[in-house]
Each structure stands twice: as structure tokens, then as C-alpha cells.
């Protein structure tokens, strides 16, 4: 392994199998790789597991592929289109609370519980329909996200992969893909079948099913792209909200002090309401909250890309094909950036903004990436998230349960392996 080490800035060299792979940390580095828009770092060629998992949608595409559909995502999950769905999440979040009626002073493991609350939210919201309509893609996406996590290490030889038999995973994916696509294809005909002409819906589902019926052959999509990008926000939409709302519970469950703080916002803000777009987006204290959340438990670890072709980068010469990995959790966790305090959770950091907190180092702090690729769906995740905490903050107090194990896991998102078990108390 070559290693080149300025201070606690570090890059290095990996090699996974034939594989090469160029960990960077830095930020103006980071910067100048998810910024570029000559496409000199497009996104990293996804393979064998990942690739079922992701298929070839917004997340993975490059070109006009990629512009087509970003551009009706930014449409579907931003400022207006969410100020809608406001009311269809905060029913969702009641719906859980129903569930919770009886918990006084009980044990609650509420990872579990976020897990179903993001998929109803996402199924309500993006496909017009229940958790339970999409129930069984849901699972199959999560059966097909295990095997991935399982075989992420896995090395493959050129050439030599091929001659031998398919493992029993490999099998498993392939039939997991299959179904995935059939039962996609399904709710989608549903829809086609349900409207009448060519309005099938203003939800993600309903605009990607219209393109894909588009007269203009420039416009259109095919229908494995639609599959795809369905797909894509399946899986997405729900476990990254699902692992942000389980550690700011946790982080919560330990630090009642900013619990308190954060109830006494959200009581101030709407009273015993439901909460509303404008509340959510005065709820000051409750971002800061969130951000260092994201910042100590950063659900999506790692972002890749690859060299296009021979580029410089600082003081590098990187051949193409190379592979870059960008760890937002050694940034996030960086004492030169973040100070002495970095592993404590401390909101006040972020009181004066995210420029403040960074020093003005842009490329800092990045849950949500940087760039054109920025993800899509950051004010949706943080809206749903705001929500379910300010409802359960109205109704609960909470405490870490004794039960509880710390273990954090890289399963594709950082996940508490052990769910968060927490103490209700009824206010
Ligand atoms: C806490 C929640 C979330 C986190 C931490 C997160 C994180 C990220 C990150 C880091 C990227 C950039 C990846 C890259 O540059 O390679 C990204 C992209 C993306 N995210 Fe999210 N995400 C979250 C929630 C969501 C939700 C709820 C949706 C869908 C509704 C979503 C859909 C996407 C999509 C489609 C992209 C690809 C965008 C593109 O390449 O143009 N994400 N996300």
C-alpha cells in the first residue's frame, strides 16, 4: 500500500483485486473531484451485486441519461412539490405513533420502527400507494442490499470468475433482480391502466411512467429505465431516512439536555399541531441537531468515482480507470477541521450555519455530497426527519434502554446493527 501523509490529511493506494483504488480525504481535493463538470471523475462503473442493486438510473448514469431524469427528480422532491406532502408524511408519522399508544415506560427498539415509517412515507409520497402495495419490492430490495453487503469484499478475477459455477448468492441476486423488475413493471402497468390518457399522476411514479409513453424519442425513456429509476428510489428513499431518524434518536436518548431543548422548539413552533412547512423550516435548534447527526454518523459513508482519462489531482497524476473513494466519515470526523470535540456530540457547533462550523471549507461537511450530484432527495430526508422527531417529541420523552449495544455498521449505509432500543415515557 502507498501511502502519502500531510499531517492528519492522508491519501492512499488499494488494491482490491486487479482493482485500483485511491482513498482521498482531503477536501480541496474532494472539491475539485465532485465539482469538476469537464466529466473528468464521472461515477465509478458499478459490478456483479451492486450493480442489481442499482441498476442503471439516476444514481449510477452519466450524460443525457442522467440530465433527463435528474431534472424531473429535482421537479418531484423540491420546495413546492414537498410543501404538498407535508400532510401524507406527518399521517404517516401519526400512523406509527397509533402503533405506540400503549408504550409507557416500555422498551421500543425504533430503528424497526423507522423502518416501516420511511417506506409508507415513500410509497405514499413517490408512488401514490401504501406500504403494503409495495411490501414485497421493499423486501426483495432489502434481501438483495444484504447479499451486496455480504459479497462487497469479494475479489474477482478477470477471466478466470467466468469459468467457474455461480455461487448460490449469485443466483439468489439474479432471481431477486428478476422479481424486482417483474413486480416494478406490474405497479407501473397498474398506473398506466388507472388514468385515463396520458395523465398518469403527478407523483415520481406517474411522471417517469409519462415519459416512458413520450411520443418525442428524445424525451422518452425505455421501460428498463423506468424500472430502474423506480427501482432506485425503492431503495434510496427510505433506509437512508431510516438510519439518520435511528441516530439522532440515540444521539437524543443520551443528550436529553438538547432533547429538552428541541421539545421546548417544537412546542413553541406548533403548539400540539401537526407541523407545517413554514414551522419546519424555523425549527433552528432541530437542524442543528440533525446536521451534527449527519456529521458523527454519516449514513452513506463513502462516495466513488473513477478517472475518465489521465488527469492531474493536486499533486498527482492519476492514470484512467483508477477509482476514487471520498470517505465523508474521515471528514466528518477530521480533528484539524472540527477541533479537539470532534467525536462529541455538540449541535452548537452549527448555531452559526454550516459555512461557520467549517470555517468556511465548503467541502467539510458532506452527508449529502457535493456538486451536480448532489443527492436529490436532501430536503425530502430532512422534512420527513423533522417531522417524525417533532412528533414524537411532542408526545414522548425517552431514554437509552439498558438493552441497548452500540454497534454501528457498514452495511451499506451506516446502520446500528443492534436497532435503537429507547425508554417512552408519555408527557
Ligand atoms: C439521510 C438521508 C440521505 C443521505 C445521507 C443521502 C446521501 C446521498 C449522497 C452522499 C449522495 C451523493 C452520491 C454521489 O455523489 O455519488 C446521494 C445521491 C442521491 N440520493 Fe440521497 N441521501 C439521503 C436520502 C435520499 C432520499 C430520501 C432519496 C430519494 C427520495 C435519495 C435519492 C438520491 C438519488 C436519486 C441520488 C443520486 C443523485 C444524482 O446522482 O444525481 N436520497 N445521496
Not at 133 to 141: A, I, Q, R, S, W
Not at 162 to 186: F, G, N, P
Not at 395 to 408: A, E, W
Request: with cysteine; glycine share 6%.
Amino acid at each position: 500500500m502507498l501511502q502519502k501523509s500531510l499531517g492528519a490529511r492522508t491519501k492512499f493506494l488499494n488494491w482490491h483485486g486487479s482493482e485500483c483504488q485511491l482513498f482521498v480525504t482531503e477536501p480541496e481535493l474532494i472539491k475539485e473531484i465532485l465539482m469538476n463538470r469537464e466529466g473528468a471523475f464521472p461515477k465509478m462503473d458499478m459490478v456483479g451485486y451492486a450493480k442489481k442493486l442499482l441498476g442503471e438510473a439516476l444514481i449510477t448514469n452519466e450524460g443525457e441519461k442522467w440530465a433527463k431524469i435528474r431534472k424531473l427528480a429535482n421537479h418531484t422532491f423540491h420546495a413546492e412539490s414537498l410543501k404538498s406532502m407535508v400532510p401524507e408524511m406527518s399521517s404517516s408519522v401519526a400512523i406509527m405513533l397509533e402503533r405506540w399508544k400503549n408504550y409507557d415506560g416500555e422498551e421500543i427498539d425504533v430503528f424497526k420502527e423507522f423502518g416501516l415509517l420511511t417506506t409508507e412515507v415513500i410509497s405514499r409520497t413517490a408512488f401514490g400507494s401504501s406500504y403494503m402495495d409495495g411490501k414485497h419490492v421493499f423486501e426483495m430490495v432489502a434481501k438483495l442490499t444484504a447479499l451486496t453487503v455480504r459479497n462487497q469484499y469479494k475479489v474477482k478475477i478477470p477471466g478466470i470468475s467466468m469459468l467457474l459455477k455461480k455461487s448460490d448468492d449469485e443466483v439468489e441476486a439474479e432471481r431477486l433482480e428478476k422479481s424486482i423488475k417483474s413486480s416494478i413493471l406490474e405497479i407501473a402497468k397498474q398506473r398506466k391502466n388507472m388514468k385515463e390518457g396520458d395523465n398518469f399522476g403527478s407523483d415520481y411514479l406517474g411522471q417517469l411512467v409519462k415519459i416512458s409513453h413520450e411520443s418525442d424519442v428524445k424525451k422518452r425513456i425505455t421501460i428498463d429505465q423506468m424500472i430502474d429509476e423506480i427501482r432506485t428510489i425503492y431503495g434510496a428513499g427510505h433506509l437512508t431516512t431510516t438510519s439518520l431518524l435511528g441516530w439522532c434518536i440515540f444521539l437524543l436518548a443520551i443528550n436529553t439536555e438538547w432533547q429538552d431543548k428541541s421539545r421546548e422548539e417544537v412546542n413553541r413552533t406548533f403548539g400540539k399541531n401537526s407541523p407545517d412547512s413554514d414551522g419546519i423550516a424555523r425549527l433552528k435548534i432541530m437542524n442543528m441537531i440533525i446536521n451534527e447527526c449527519l456529521r458523527l454518523y454519516p449514513p452513506v459513508l463513502t462516495v466513488t468515482r473513477k478517472v475518465a482519462k489521465e488527469v492531474k489531482l493536486g499533486d498527482l497524476c492519476l492514470p484512467p480507470k483508477m477509482n476514487i473513494f471520498i470517505s465523508i466519515l474521515a471528514l466528518h470526523h477530521n480533528p484539524q477541521i472540527w477541533g479537539k470535540d470532534v467525536h462529541l456530540f455538540r449541535p452548537e457547533r452549527f448555531e452559526g450555519g454550516v459555512a461557520k462550523a467549517t470555517n468556511n471549507n465548503g467541502a467539510a461537511f458532506l452527508p449529502f455530497g457535493l456538486g451536480p450530484r448532489t443527492c436529490v432527495g436532501l430536503n425530502f430526508t430532512t422534512n420527513e426527519a423533522k417531522i417524525a422527531l417533532s412528533m414524537i417529541l411532542q408526545k414522548y420523552k425517552f431514554v437509552l434502554s439498558p438493552n441497548y449495544v452500540h454497534y454501528p455498521a457498514d452495511v451499506f449505509l451506516l446502520t446500528p446493527k443492534n436497532g435503537v432500543q429507547v425508554i417512552l415515557k408519555k408527557i
